[in-house]
């Protein structure tokens, strides 16, 4: 196919769009016709993006972000921008301004967040593949929960333009699919340097799978089933390590020490950014009009107490908190010492080994309004936010199922060693998956 146009009325029964372009054009290239969901916090040129906010409602954007633009150069049909936690704060994609997103696998359940419309449109066989962006797991839980395959690329692999900013020095754009050829096809269109992204690194990904793992180091912390992680889920991804190892791979047991502390150190990181970067949003500039017949900082207070929901309110007041004079030393300053532990414990660890193991998520997927405590719901994160502190490639493949739910493995590697985490997940699917 050279061009033309692309018909899509989805079923979506399970919520998984906020946007539908029922005609998307297409072209030439290596995503010829094929249709792309594009997550709605990813900047797309004549459509609608809201990250799934009020305050965002009726924002079109007048550019591409860089993604969406290779999307387009290799002849992808963008279909539709997909619904997530509102600015990507959350896991379970119910912090949605336009409502939950349903889990094809089981709709009384969640798909996982913050990219769980852009997961839940994969599995349910409305695209073939999508872009979601993860900021503390947000790929790759969603992924696990779906049973589909996810990927957070190394920090900077991605140009980040275009994406509307949660937490900057976190967030990353990456491929989910059904498979992982998917995933590493869509890996090698949306990488490549960008000037206007001053994190992004001239490093292109042209990669062919190899299923061959013989040899291959899998270090498996100790930490990664520790307390929180279901005794059943830890039992499914200890067999799908045990198949890794026999296809020849080196099982290595480790400690990360650092993990308990990289939760509290994501948490007052990513809301201390959240707090700076959406203070833009004031009725001004975005969305619906503050009343301009009250005073500004009424009408301020007003707008964003409307538009943005209860938390991203919460998360921009503890960001607020951290940052505030008296307590950056306290909080904001301790979170990036012991994020620089979590680093040095990623560097000391790949020494000894060629990547990390073990499970993506600690349990299966919730089902619809069981967190409701917001802790608790923080606690999910535990397994993914270590790779968003280091910046380091992970990916979740499915590895087996609990209570008829799937299971994500989770596979994280050194900094632009994306390919051998792709290698690895690889493997696992053609040959050690159940």
Not at 27 to 52: E, F, Q, Y
Request: charged content about 20%; glycine content about 12%; hydrophobic content about 35%.
């Amino acid at each position: 196919m050279t061009g033309g146009v692309f018909h899509f009325r989805p079923d979506d029964r399970y919520h998984a769009f906020i946007t539908c372009c029922e005609e998307a054009a297409y072209g030439g290239g290596h995503l010829s016709g094929i249709p792309v969901a594009v997550k709605d916090n990813i900047s797309t040129k004549g459509i609608m993006t809201t990250c799934a906010s009020a305050i965002l409602w009726g924002y079109v954007p007048p550019y591409n972000a860089y993604v969406v633009d290779r999307l387009k150069s290799e002849g992808a049909a963008i279909v539709g921008k997909t619904n997530m936690d509102e600015f990507g704060m959350g896991t379970t994609t119910e912090n949605s301004a336009f409502g939950p997103t349903l889990n094809p696998i089981d709709t009384g359940r969640v798909p996982g967040g913050s990219s769980g419309g852009s997961a839940a449109a994969v599995a349910a066989g409305m695209v073939r593949m999508a872009l979601g962006t993860d900021t503390g797991g947000s790929i790759r839980c969603p992924a696990a929960f779906c049973g589909i395959v996810g990927l957070k690329p190394t920090y900077g692999r991605v140009s980040r333009y275009g994406l509307i900013a949660y937490a900057n020095s976190l967030e990353q754009i990456g491929p989910m699919a059904a498979n992982v050829s998917d995933v590493n096809l869509l890996m090698s269109i949306i990488t490549g340097h960008d000037p206007r992204d001053s994190t992004s690194y001239d490093q292109p990904y042209h990669h062919v799978p190899d299923p061959d793992i013989h040899g291959l180091r899998v270090g498996v912390p100790e930490e990664f089933f520790g307390k929180g992680v279901d005794p059943r889920v830890a039992s499914v991804v200890w067999d799908a390590i045990s198949r890794m190892e026999n296809q020849g791979a080196e099982i290595i047991s480790c400690r990360m020490p650092s993990m308990s502390a990289a939760l509290a150190a994501y948490y007052v990181t990513c809301t201390s950014e959240a707090s700076s970067n959406l203070a833009r949003f004031d009725g001004v500039r975005y969305g619906p009009g503050a009343d301009p017949k009250k005073q500004w900082h009424e009408a301020f207070q007003e707008r964003r107490r409307e538009g943005f929901g209860k938390e991203v309110r919460r998360r921009i007041l503890l960001g607020t908190f951290a940052l505030s004079s008296g307590y950056y030393g306290k909080y904001y300053a301790k979170a990036q010492t012991a994020r620089q532990e979590v680093r040095d414990d990623f560097r000391r660890l790949f020494r000894e080994v060629d990547v990390l193991a073990g499970p993506t998520m600690p349990t299966i997927a919730f089902k619809l309004g069981e967190k409701t405590d917001p802790l608790s719901m923080y606690l999910s994160d535990v397994l993914t936010v270590p790779a968003n502190l280091a910046g380091v490639p992970a990916i979740s493949v499915p590895c087996g199922t609990s209570e008829g739910m799937p299971v994500g493995l989770q596979i994280m590697g050194r900094w632009f060693e994306d390919e051998r985490v792709v290698d690895a997940a690889f493997a696992f699917e053609q040959g050690g998956a159940s």
